[in-house]
């Protein structure tokens, strides 16, 4: 059983281990090790410290075992965020022991219940599979038009943007005809 609840300043650490350990299984086929061990426990730390002081929406995955994933996510700030409702993923990982177990699908749902979007847009790098098929599979779709090239320790890497348009669900049930 999993359960959701909002980062607390005791998860900082153990999430930012989670973080760089996650990251680096993630994006180790396709990233030199300088790129891997730019990502460091202090520096997810403190980031993650920043998070929860500027009250930026932090959300966490625990199970019996502790915690095993966690979103961060914001209010879109691009001018071509359209209307209000738009909503930026800026992180979300899950103990890499743990993938396609339903923990990222819960913190998204937990994410859309909490926020009602209307639109959800990530940012992720191509090359590894994880990312965009967990998009895929919870209804985004990439905007092939965004691609672009983040430079990352001087080195560009390819990027897609994907969008989710939120349905608004019905509050009370349909009567059948």
């Known amino acids: 059983k999993i359960n959701i609840r909002s980062a607390e300043r005791a998860d900082v650490r153990p999430l930012a281990l ?4 996650a990251w680096r299984v993630a994006y180790a086929p396709i990233l030199t090790q ?13 980031r993650k410290r920043c998070h929860l002081k500027d009250g930026t929406p932090f959300i966490v ?7 095993v994933g966690f979103m961060v996510y914001s209010r ?7 209307a209000p409702g738009a909503f930026d993923i800026d992180s979300c990982w899950v103990h ?11 913190l998204l749902r937990e994410m859309i219940r909490r926020e009602t979007p209307k ?17 895929e599979k919870h209804g985004f779709r990439p905007l092939d038009e ?14 897609v943007r994907f969008l989710k348009a939120v349905r608004k669900r019905p509050s009370q049930p349909r009567k059948k005809k």
Do not use: N
């Not at 890499?96 to 819960?106: E, L, M, N, V, Y």
């Not at 965004?146 to 990027?159: S, W």
């Open 18 to 21: 989670l973080h760089v350990e």
């Open 34 to 46: 300088d790129h891997l061990d730019w990502v460091s426990v202090e520096r997810e730390v403190r």
């Open 61 to 67: 995955a625990e199970d019996d075992s502790g915690l």
């Open 76 to 82: 879109c700030t691009r001018e071509d965020a359209e």
């Open 96 to 106: 890499h022991q743990r993938t396609r177990k339903g923990i990222g699908g819960a």
């Open 119 to 135: 639109r959800i847009y990530a940012c992720v790098l191509t090359g590894v599979e994880a990312g965009p098929v967990f998009y």
């Open 146 to 159: 965004t691609r672009q090239d983040f430079v990352f320790l001087d080195e560009p890497m390819a990027m």
